[in-house]
């Protein structure tokens, strides 16, 4: 299992190899494009509940693994320890 991809705890920074970043951006980005692509197509009105939440959660899921990749990136590149 990708390391990145693991949502219902933290992230086992342990685990985490750089052959883990691209897969799990492009895993990511991949699901974000369909439910944008669902969100285009959608006859509905857009509401908070059908347009704003789903957005949202494709949001939060990239800014997730993101943040792994810059927090590592941070203390990587740090010269204080």
Do not use: G
Not at 9 to 34: A, Y
Not at 43 to 71: A, G
């Amino acid at each position: 299992m990708n390391p990145f991809l693991v949502r219902n705890k933290l992230p086992d920074f342990h685990s985490v190899k750089p052959r883990h970043v691209l897969p799990s951006l492009n895993k990511i980005i991949t699901e974000n494009k369909k439910v944008i692509l669902q969100l285009e197509s959608a006859d509905d009105s857009p509401t908070w509940e059908n347009f704003v939440i789903p957005l949202e959660k494709c949001s939060e899921k990239l800014n997730r693994v993101w943040s792994y990749v810059n927090h590592i990136n941070a203390v990587k590149s740090s010269t204080s320890y």
